[in-house]
């Protein structure tokens, strides 16, 4: 399968008042996902039915300063907040992997114990150079992706409908709406899809 929108990944200061805002700017709602486990971060997800938009915050400040990742969300968090960076999904890493790519097995536990596992790769360059999406390979055993989880809109998400990013655009996502626009490298704009149009955010 070709690599497509996974999810947009948004750094706040503090989750909850995160879900309280984009429920009342952009009515969307989110619910609570959990911590990562030695990154010192932990999540909301805001589903979208094919994708999901990511709010991520540190909650374990030195933990999280260890790592380049949590580094860079509590510098953005600190500034603000806003876009980090995307995720591609696909079904299987290695197809999209040159010979030797580091992989990186994460998980985490829903609100009901549940354990999410996932693998990740090329998330050291999205933090080092703002521009090449990472990408991700779920689990076979998990219970529906997080963009499909029931969430308390006042509207209708149907997922990522287009990118704007600053800088170079990775050459495997060209199938993808990704759009360059002048600025910063990194992730600027996100349009969502609405059953009555486009979100911008």
Known sequence: MS??????????????EA????????????????????????????PL????????????????????????????????GGWVGYALRADRLEDHLGEGEPIVDMSRK??????????LSRLAEMVSEKRWPFLI???DDIDGLPGATPAAHATSPTGIRWLEVGGEIAPYASHLDIRRVA???????????????????
């Open 3 to 16: 690599l497509v929108f996974d999810h947009v990944v948004y750094a706040v200061a503090d989750l909850d």
């Open 19 to 46: 879900g309280v805002r984009f429920s009342d700017e952009f009515g969307l709602g989110s619910v609570e996902g959990g911590r990562h486990p030695g990154f010192g971060t932990a999540n909301r997800i805001v």
């Open 49 to 80: 039915g094919t994708a999901y938009i990511e709010l991520i915050a540190v909650i374990d400040q030195e933990e999280a300063l260890a790592t380049d990742f949590g580094v860079l969300i509590d510098q953005q968090a600190g500034a603000g």
């Open 110 to 119: 829903r609100p009901d114990g549940t354990l999410m596992e996932w693998r």
């Open 137 to 139: 390979e779920w689990g």
């Open 183 to 201: 600025g910063p490298a990194g992730l600027s704009r996100v349009g969502i899809g609405l059953d009555e149009g486009v979100l911008v955010i």
